[in-house]
């Protein structure tokens, strides 16, 4: 036995032991836990939170924005809610003015039309200092709604000790190709297995960007601190979801998972799209992890079981695999051990899931294991060693096609034009929609009139 193959086996073993700690970990706290709900006795009452849907947008389809807007405007909510819609520089414009125009009537819906694209972060901030629920949902433009969804998260939000709360995820496109259905799959895992163990210490360690609900009063303390992210000295765009919930830990919140109030969300339907999005969210993940490491000795020690097994678990499979393919490559001989682990891990992994999920097609997600080995691990390595960078990869002009996540420029601006409805008394009159060129602007500060 060589020196590569007492690393790869090495490895591997070690990656098999904390793999099945974490996932028997993970899948006994991820069992929810059937607390009595008063929801539907709550729903109509006085006394219900007011609640901003905040929609940044950025060159959408506007098929698929309407759909968006629609299932928010179905809401199913008897408090009071308010929609801000956030168009941030698209280019496609005048092809999505008549889907504005279909909303405009309903005295819920606002509009803000920026002039120029500067992120989603900015954009997102720029309504929500405009605006003044006691509760604000993020929701992402190729997103749509269940009509209950508002209704659960605000329930959730109750407890004035939970700062955000998501809701569980699904691919809207998922038979599209055979990514989306894996994509499908791979959401119901991250947020029924990671995110609902996670739920159980009241500590979702992302409150992931397509459906988040958000606590104002926090919100707004906090709101200088994530507009300003840096990161070894630059400016840190993107992982707003990862980097709010981060903040709202560190304040003393709890971070919840509502896994009935469900979100489908426009997913890649092609590899490249998909990769870029992974490697945006693997420099997301260790960014935010090395700021949330302080965080650890606040929480249940299963917290620092589940940091250590995301980020050292595919280290060592990665390590494994490198060493294992040399081997292979140096001496001809398979390095049979290493691939066994592999593959019994996978086929565990897989019949679990379809055991838990009472779905055969979780045994299909066997197929993910090479994209993961071959493509994301390295993905990963790469966004490990590139941390400093913040280009979002995507495109700049008005798509054919949805991206599959936020589709922007990066922010080169603190301050920028726009028009806005019902946000200001100084501004455009109420839903009427026009672009201002010289009218009014947003800051740090919030949105104010210039002459």
């Not at 919930?245 to 339907?269: C, F, N, Q, W």
Request: include cysteine; proline fraction near 5%; hydrophobic fraction near 45%.
């Amino acid at each position: 036995m060589n020196l590569l193959d007492v690393i790869s086996t090495g490895a591997v073993s070690t990656y098999a032991l904390l793999s099945t700690a974490y996932k028997s970990m993970q899948t006994v706290y991820a069992v929810p836990t059937n607390l009595p709900s008063a929801s539907e006795a709550l729903l109509g009452s006085a006394l219900l939170p007011s609640v901003d849907v905040i929609i940044p947008c950025y060159n959408e389809d506007p098929s698929t924005l309407s759909a968006c807007l629609a299932s928010i405007a179905n809401q199913d909510y008897g408090g009071k809610l308010q929609v801000y819609l956030v168009d941030d520089g698209s280019g496609n414009r005048d092809a999505l003015r008549p889907v504005h125009d279909a909303y405009a009537p309903d005295p819920r819906f606002n509009f803000i039309l920026l002039s120029k694209n500067v992120g989603k972060r900015k954009a997102q901030i720029a309504a929500i200092r405009g605006s003044s629920g006691d509760l604000v949902l993020n929701a992402d433009s190729d997103t749509t709604l269940a009509p209950d969804v508002v209704a659960k998260l605000a329930l959730k939000m109750q407890n004035p000790q939970v700062g955000a709360a998501m809701g569980q995820l699904v691919a809207s496109n998922r038979s599209d190709t055979w990514l989306t259905w894996l994509i499908d799959m791979e959401y119901w895992l991250a947020c029924n297995e990671e995110r609902a163990a996670q739920a159980r210490f009241g500590a979702v360690m992302c409150c992931c960007g397509p459906c988040a609900m958000y606590r104002r009063s926090a919100l707004i303390l906090l709101l200088d601190q994530y507009e300003t992210q840096l990161f070894r000295g630059k400016a840190s765009d993107f992982g707003e979801d990862r980097h709010l919930t981060i903040l709202m830990l560190k304040a003393g919140l709890r971070t919840e998972y509502v896994a009935d109030a469900i979100a489908a969300t426009v997913v890649p339907d092609r590899l490249a799209p998909y990769l870029r999005q992974q490697l945006r969210w693997a420099r997301s993940t260790f960014r935010d992890t090395l700021l949330a490491l302080r965080l650890l000795p606040s929480l249940d020690p299963y917290l620092t079981l589940d940091v250590v097994g995301q980020n050292l678990g595919p280290l060592l499979l990665a390590l494994s695999v490198t060493t294992a393919i040399a081997h292979l490559v140096l001496t001809g001989e398979m390095p049979w051990w290493t691939v066994m682990m592999i593959v019994s891990m996978t086929i565990i992994h897989c019949s679990m899931s379809a055991l838990r999920a009472r779905q055969l097609r979780f045994l299909g997600f066997c197929l993910h294991t090479p994209i993961n080995l071959f493509l994301l691990l390295p993905l990963k390595a790469y966004a490990l060693c590139t941390l400093s960078n913040s280009d979002w990869l995507s495109r700049n002009s008005a798509p054919d096609a949805p991206d599959g996540d936020w589709k922007q420029a990066p922010a080169t601006s603190s301050a920028f034009d726009l028009s806005t409805t019902k946000l200001s008394e100084e501004l455009v009159s109420p839903r009427r929609l026009s672009l201002a060129t010289d009218g009014s602007s947003v800051t740090s500060a919030g949105i104010a009139a210039t002459d």
